[in-house]
């Protein structure tokens, strides 16, 4: 087994009040809009259970191709404050990727800061670190564009 360790480590400030940005995370229906993975692709979950000790399923991927199952178990949830959460990403019962996600929300005279901060395993080449940045940076610009809307 070949595993990588890498860190994601982003920030980004949002024109809104911590609790508007917080509750976009905490809302399935809102996660369903800010968290698309974009143009022919689709995102449902099989569980929200925002919670915790709780866990989310959801699948994503190119419609008719291959499914991703993304798998959330909630650590820590301080509303308005922070957010962490063990994670998994599987594709065909294959493993790719687990680690640990910390969201923290802090208010700003200008609104909210967000800082995002994933560790994770990146197992046997299936997944990379860049691939997890590019994401998280494209959710986080759809996340100002859903809560700016």
Not at 53 to 61: E, K, Q, V
Not at 138 to 144: D, I, K, P, R, V
Request: with cysteine; net charge negative.
């Amino acid at each position: 087994m070949n595993v990588i360790k890498g860190t994601v480590d982003l920030t980004r400030d949002f024109g809104r009040p911590v609790e508007a940005v917080f509750a976009a995370w905490s809302d399935k229906d809102a996660q369903l809009i800010w968290g698309d993975p974009g143009e022919g692709w689709s995102i449902s979950f099989e569980r929200f259970d925002f919670a915790a000790g709780r866990t989310d399923l959801c699948r994503f991927g190119p419609e008719g191709g291959q499914q991703y199952l993304n798998e959330n178990r909630y650590l820590v949830i301080e509303p308005g404050k922070q957010i962490v959460y063990s994670t998994s990403l599987a594709s065909d019962d294959c493993v790719s990727f687990a680690g640990t996600v910390a969201v923290s929300f802090e208010t700003r005279s200008n609104g909210c800061r967000l800082r995002l901060i994933e560790q994770g395993l990146y197992l046997d080449g299936n997944d990379d670190t860049e691939g997890h940045r590019t994401g998280w940076e494209s959710m986080l610009e759809a996340l100002g564009r859903y809560l700016h809307r």
